[in-house]
């Protein structure tokens, strides 16, 4: 069976839509618990209804400790992190080798610098080697 490119590049890009809407849910739960957690008030539209199977399991989830609080901070920082980096153009594969590069506290923060570290990984840098222009004569013992 031959695959041509175009349909590979469908494929792919499928599947990177899968990928993203995934971790954009999972991004927008950990923002809507995160707000909970902290008392914040959510917007309208990421007020989930909570369902009425388990009124005591949401209870206990109301008194959370302090490392549970941290430990979805950091699940939630990171999935940012992985979403921004999705967008700045990196494939699934990098993302856990770039995402350690990408420290920030805020969201327009996290996609700066993945904005960034994509121009830099790609080469478009504003800033130019300073020895480029500088020719250096050898000498040339065989010449």
């Known amino acids: 069976m031959e695959i041509s490119q175009r349909l590979l590049n469908e ?10 809407a ?7 739960q950990l923002k ?3 707000a909970e957690l902290e008392g ?17 399991e949401i209870e206990e989830q109301s008194e959370l400790s302090d490392e ?3 430990e979805y901070k950091a ?7 992985r979403k921004a980096l999705l967008d700045a153009g990196f494939t699934l594969d990098q993302l856990d080798t770039y995402s ?7 969201e327009d ?16 840098s504003k800033y130019a080697d300073p020895n480029a222009t500088k020719t250096k004569k050898v000498w040339n013992f065989f010449g």
């Open 40 to 56: 914040e008030p959510l917007e309208p539209e990421e007020v989930e209804q909570p369902t009425d199977e388990e009124p005591e």
């Open 11 to 20: 494929i792919v890009r499928k599947r990177l839509d899968r990928e993203k």
């Open 22 to 28: 995934k971790h954009e849910k999972e991004v927008k």
């Open 109 to 124: 923060e996290i996609e700066r610098q993945a904005l960034e570290l994509s121009r830099e990984i790609k080469g478009e």
């Open 68 to 70: 549970e609080q941290d």
């Open 100 to 106: 350690q590069y990408v420290k920030g506290d805020t």
């Open 32 to 34: 809507a618990r995160i």
């Open 75 to 81: 699940k939630y920082f990171d999935a940012l992190k």
